[in-house]
């Protein structure tokens, strides 16, 4: 089970914040492209986290939970506004798997270890297309195996925490590299989870 299946469960929460960007004028397009917005600077705070100053992780950090919040705000502002649709869904899938992608990337040029980085976007990129993919075929969207999208920000913005305080080398690498490593190893292990599961259902 990951924390994207508790969406559903924390309407009260979110309806003042729901509240208050419908009343700005907000659209939930533009919610989305300012979750997009606050992953490039996350990217931006990791990568200068990795090669400027320490402290700047834990900006990473706020950012990557700002990012997170937005994204489950865009979609309780479609539902108040009456105007949830395919295009923003699709929409809204795009610019998560950008602002995925940007996120590790700053995270991997930070510490500069691109093959880290490849090996865990291509986890988190196949992790997200089989939860989607499943849907295409005929299925419901999948969220299950060991980690989703909101399992992976919680995690990330919290080792960016913690990776001002701790950080030095830990067999040979430092917590944003170990995280990294474990984005890689357990994204693989949850598309394929989730392919299993869809492969099965379809059978």
């Given amino acids: 089970m990951t924390l994207d299946q508790l969406r559903p469960y924390v309407s009260g929460v979110l309806d003042p914040f729901v509240e208050g960007f419908d009343r700005l004028g907000m659209t939930p397009n533009g919610v989305s492209l300012l979750a997009f917005g606050m992953a490039v600077l996350a990217a931006l705070a990791f990568l200068l986290g990795g090669r400027v100053a320490p ?6 950090a706020i950012l990557v939970f700002l990012n997170g919040w937005l994204d489950v705000i865009d979609g309780a502002l479609a539902r108040e506004q009456n105007v949830a649709s395919a295009g923003g869904d699709l ?7 950008y602002a995925d992608i940007v996120i590790i990337g700053g995270m991997a040029a930070g510490i500069e270890s691109y093959f ?3 090996l865990a976007v291509t986890g988190v990129v196949m992790t997200s297309y089989l939860g989607t993919q499943a849907q295409a075929v005929g299925l419901d969207r999948v969220y299950g195996g060991l980690i989703g999208r909101a399992d992976r920000l919680v995690l990330i913005g919290l080792v960016g925490f913690l990776a001002y305080p701790i950080s030095g080398v830990y067999g040979g690498l430092t917590l944003i590299g170990w995280l990294l490593v474990f984005l890689a190893v357990v994204g693989h292990i949850t598309a394929l989870q989730r392919f299993y599961y869809a492969w099965i259902a379809l059978e």
């Fill in 55 to 60: 402290i700047w992780f834990v900006a990473a």
């Fill in 91 to 97: 929409l809204d899938h795009v610019i998560d798997r």
């Fill in 116 to 118: 880290l980085g490849f």
